[in-house]
């Protein structure tokens, strides 16, 4: 099971700030950094502010060598998709084909309205033309132009440059990076999965639903002739671990969560109460588990993790 590090930088976080917990991730041996990309925190006075999440991986790919880098997940409203597969293919030559691309329709109306930032009621579209433009720029030959006539979007005689420095997951003769969609619909997301995606993600489900969200999807590969096996399966869920209850607690209350609760929906309680807890993930068909880590301070928290949970896992 590969344990990647997930940052809510928004909340209060500096390039510095989020550079610590990217090196810690690198060198206790996680398989990748991970950031949200939102302009407004979600509770607090957020200081000193927002980081742009693709400005910030830029900068992680010059000063990491090994871990993967991505968003979990970048707005389709904050961007026009011809500039998103630009800033992604770039980042990913900057990394050495390190970058990963989770997209999502967004949601969240209130830090549209701090910054300008247009909110159409109807997104789902905009989502399913941006993932056909992205993953269409990207795997145009050189040499050859894209074209798209949408609703939404229209892009004409693209010379659809630059191109990311990896392979498509889904058609290693062309040019892309690993797409990750994610949600909870039951039909309409799914679909979307099964047709760009590397990776189908849910965002901190209740555990008990995550069996029956995965076999959607399966479904949805085969009604779209693939191979449900090609499409990763994984979770984003709270970590909070403690050696004893009160570390748990002590580290519980700096992110404003209650201990009950975190135990009920997270990767929570103990270091074998985590093991346990990603144990039966991976039991029902998880490969990868995004850690959702608030307090970017408390490194010796990655360090419990990778020292007492990680060793513990299936395929460790």
């Given at each position: 099971m590969d344990l990647r590090i997930f940052t809510e930088p928004q909340q209060g976080a500096t390039y510095d700030d989020v550079l610590a917990v990217a090196r810690a991730t690198e060198d206790l041996g996680f398989d990748a950094f991970f950031r949200s990309d939102h302009y407004l925190t979600m509770?607090?006075?957020?200081?000193?502010?927002?980081?742009?999440?693709?400005?910030?991986?830029a900068g992680l790919a010059r000063e990491t060598s090994r871990i993967r880098l991505g968003t979990l997940v970048s707005s389709a409203?904050?961007?026009?998709?011809?500039?998103?597969?630009?800033?992604v293919a770039q980042v990913d030559q900057m990394s050495g084909g390190r970058v990963e691309l989770g997209l999502g329709a967004g949601w969240f109306a209130a830090e549209h309205a701090a910054y300008g930032i247009p909110f159409p009621a109807k997104r789902f579209g905009i989502l399913t033309e941006q993932l056909e433009i992205v993953t269409g720029l990207w795997g145009t030959p050189v040499g050859e132009t894209f074209d798209h006539a949408g609703e939404?979007?229209?892009?004409?005689?693209?010379?659809?440059?630059?191109?990311?420095?990896?392979?498509?997951p889904l058609d290693p003769s062309r040019a892309g990076v690993p797409v990750i969609v994610g949600g909870g619909g039951p039909t309409r997301t799914p679909a979307l999965a099964a047709r760009f995606a590397a990776e189908y993600n849910q965002a901190f489900p209740e555990v008990a639903?995550?069996?029956?969200?995965?076999?959607h999807v399966r479904a949805a590969c085969v009604e779209a002739?693939?191979?449900?096996?090609?499409?990763?399966?994984?979770?984003?869920?709270v970590l909070c671990v403690g050696r004893d209850e009160a570390e748990l607690a002590r580290r519980a209350s700096a992110i404003g969560r209650e201990v009950p609760e975190l135990r009920a929906n997270g990767v929570a309680g103990?270091?074998?109460?985590?093991?346990?807890?990603?144990?039966?993930?991976?039991?029902?068909?998880?490969e990868r588990v995004y850690l959702q880590v608030l307090d970017l301070a408390d490194l010796e928290h990655?360090?419990?993790?990778?020292?007492?949970?990680a060793p513990h896992l299936p395929g460790a």
């Open positions: 509770g607090g006075d957020g200081l000193p502010g927002p980081t742009d999440a693709w400005t910030t991986l409203t904050f961007r026009y998709p011809g500039v998103l597969a630009i800033q939404h979007y229209t892009l004409t005689d693209s010379p659809a440059l630059p191109k990311p420095e990896q392979r498509s639903s995550v069996p029956g969200r995965i076999a002739g693939r191979d449900p096996e090609t499409l990763v399966q994984s979770v984003a869920l103990t270091p074998d109460e985590a093991v346990e807890r990603l144990t039966w993930l991976a039991a029902q068909g998880v990655l360090q419990l993790v990778a020292e007492q949970v």
